[in-house]
């Protein structure tokens, strides 16, 4: 009986079944099965960057076969891992996924090969590497003892109307729970495509630190935060910056 056409599997690995649904991935998109098939919510804020776009985390459809899907049932996510055409040695090196309680979406950088969960009473998240060990994950703030790096990146958003400078003043943290320091980079541009900044700043966020002395300008800007020291850990919640007129529009 079918159901769902121009719907089908990009590979036999990329599907996984979640509570109550059916996740998988097309050869241009991502879908859902509930007792129809629809696309995933939100699928068109990462849609071209995994399949369109010439950025270095687009797929490799030659290597479209190598493709793992998995569910998290710890975070209730489903992620899928791929090779990308930046891949130095043809392996899944990049990762994209979607968290089901509310439909976000976000990529990284990880080589996986393969996915599953133990339904032991921790109920581990198990991933396979290239190098041959299965790893542990969600368990701990650490990579084996050793400091693991996250960061968070936001694409450009606009100061003001977008048409005249702006200074950044200051930049408020908004985080439910930090753990060690946490780098911020303020970077700026003149317009959303350009293809050069023209500021990028870095600045420390202490634990309890109510407000960043930020000093950069631009019409547009972004932000991204880091952290990398041992038990580090973050949660983002709705952080703000400060903006005042720089300039004339022109």
């Not at 998988?24 to 995933?40: E, L």
């Not at 479209?64 to 489903?78: L, T």
């Not at 700026?188 to 000093?215: N, W």
């Not at 631009?218 to 990398?228: E, Q, V």
């Amino acid at each position: 009986r079918v159901v769902g056409e121009n719907c089908g599997l990009i590979c036999a690995t990329a599907f996984c079944v979640a509570p109550a649904a059916v996740l998988w991935m097309s050869a241009r998109d991502f879908h859902i099965f509930t007792g129809v098939v629809a696309a995933v919510p939100r699928a068109e804020e990462i849609r071209d960057f995994i399949f369109h776009d010439e950025s270095t985390g687009r797929i490799d459809r030659s290597k479209a076969d190598k493709i793992a899907c998995g569910f998290n049932h710890k975070h209730n996510e489903v992620w899928w891992h791929y090779v990308s055409i930046s891949s130095a040695d043809g392996e899944p090196d990049r990762y994209v996924k979607v968290r089901l309680d509310d439909y976000s979406w976000d990529v990284g950088t990880l080589t996986r090969t393969a996915m599953a969960y133990h339904k032991s009473p921790n109920g581990d998240v198990l991933m396979a590497g290239t190098d041959s060990y299965i790893y542990i994950h969600e368990t701990g703030l650490d990579a084996a003892g050793a400091a693991m790096e996250a960061y968070l990146e936001s694409g450009v958003v606009a100061l003001g109307n977008g048409q005249t400078d702006m200074d950044i003043d200051g930049f408020i943290p908004d985080f439910e729970r930090q753990t060690g320091n946490i780098a911020l980079e303020i970077f700026t541009k003149d317009r959303p495509m350009s293809a050069s900044e023209l500021e990028r700043t870095s600045f420390t966020i202490a634990d309890g630190d109510a407000l960043v002395d930020a000093r950069c300008g631009g019409r547009y800007a972004g932000i991204r935060l880091t952290s990398n020291v041992i038990g580090g850990d973050m949660r983002l919640g709705t952080p703000l910056i400060e903006i005042s007129p720089a300039g004339e529009s022109r």
